[in-house]
């Protein structure tokens, strides 16, 4: 079994940042591409951005500039860094990751709530 457990989510005011981060954890022998995706009330989930094995990334164009995405290998976690935040980032931040154990296979965190006020 694989875990994906997030931390950092919360409430801050537009222009402010966070730091999300998403931790594996269970039987891995390694993972391709690690994301962070997002979900608002009434919406749809939307990647936010994604990082391969590599470290390749890309970004939805609405975070472009403001967002970061990276990870550390050494301990199967990926990190957002979120700057200059607006109330439209406002949403449920869900962590996903293909994990390799004989195939791939995504994996979801439980999500964590970014709230931005104005």
């Known amino acids: 079994q694989v875990q994906l457990v997030e931390s950092g989510g919360g409430l801050v005011q537009a222009g402010g940042s966070l730091r999300l981060s998403c931790a594996a954890s269970?039987?891995?022998?390694?993972?391709?591409?690690m994301a962070w995706y997002r979900q608002a009330p009434g919406k749809q989930r939307e990647l936010v951005a994604r990082?391969?094995?590599?470290?390749?990334?890309n970004y939805a164009d609405s975070v472009k500039g403001r967002f970061t995405i990276s990870r550390d290998n050494a301990k199967n976690t990926v990190y957002l860094q979120m700057n200059s935040l607006k109330p439209e980032d406002t949403a449920v931040y869900y962590c996903?990751?293909?994990?390799?154990?004989?195939?791939?296979?995504?994996?979801w965190g439980q999500g964590t709530q970014v709230t931005v006020s104005s």
């Open positions: 269970g039987s891995i022998f390694s993972i391709n591409h």
């Open positions: 996903n990751a293909a994990v390799v154990q004989v195939v791939a296979i995504d994996y």
């Open positions: 990082i391969t094995s590599g470290g390749s990334t």
